[in-house]
């Protein structure tokens, strides 16, 4: 049975704290792992990977895939409170699995 | 990045009413567009995968007859909940990938949807 599973489900930190949020997965027709932050309505997409290895960064976020292990990361630095979202992670392509999401809270 | 827009974004209807959400790329041709729902509090269910001119593939557990879709052109694809029950109400949600963003998937801002 194909399945994403992201942990934490959901976690608190300070303003300025880095975070690492986790993505497993086992897809049977694996294409791309996508990320995407959701706040109040439909996501938003940050990141798709197809390589192993190969780090993608956008500002403060930056996110690597390891094929071999099926996993793969998102990292968030110099966290600031409009992360505070729920951060979701995708395997697949044309049939998308989504994961549960990372809840993540940043306090002031 | 590209834009995807819905309409409406959101709809309250009587128990029975068929309902018909509009999901449009605006600035790229939107060769595969996907539809998801999303009850509070959970993460993303795909209903189903359009491709544009040809009959759209459902996801296991989703019934076509009660929620149609049609993709004729490349930057519009319609979901159609037919005599709409208050279980149907949720958040559906629409993304597009295709020329020349083949590799992207952009999402519609979404539509609630709240059957009486």
């Known amino acids: 049975e194909d399945k994403v599973v992201q942990s934490p489900l959901s976690l608190v930190v300070h303003e300025g704290d880095t975070v690492t949020l986790n993505c497993s997965y086992e897809v049977t027709n694996f294409r791309s792992l996508l990320w995407y932050k959701q706040e109040k309505k439909a996501p938003t997409f940050l990141f798709m990977l197809t390589s192993s290895g190969i780090e993608k960064k956008s500002g403060r976020l930056s996110s690597i895939l390891d094929k071999k292990e099926l996993f793969s990361i998102l990292n968030i630095t110099a966290t600031q409170t409009g992360d505070s979202a729920i951060y979701l992670c995708?395997?697949?392509?044309?049939?998308?699995?989504f994961g549960a999401g990372t809840r993540l809270f940043v306090k002031a | 990045g590209a834009v995807v827009s819905q309409h409406p974004s959101r709809v309250i209807c009587k128990s029975g009413t068929s309902v018909k959400i509009e999901c449009r790329s605006l600035?790229?041709?939107?060769?595969?567009m996907f539809w998801y729902r999303q009850f509070p509090k959970q993460s993303l269910m795909l209903m189903a995968t359009s491709n544009e001119g040809s009959k759209a593939t459902y996801e296991q557990g989703v019934e076509k007859d009660k929620f149609l879709i049609n993709h004729a052109s490349l930057t519009l694809s319609t979901l159609t909940v037919a005599s709409a029950h208050p279980e149907d109400s949720s958040f559906y949600i629409c993304?597009?990938?295709?020329?020349?963003?083949?590799?992207?998937?952009?999402f519609g801002p979404g539509t609630r949807l709240t059957v009486l």
């Open positions: 600035d790229f041709q939107a060769t595969t």
């Open positions: 993304s597009a990938s295709g020329q020349p963003l083949v590799d992207e998937q952009f």
């Open positions: 995708a395997a697949g392509w044309e049939k998308t699995i």
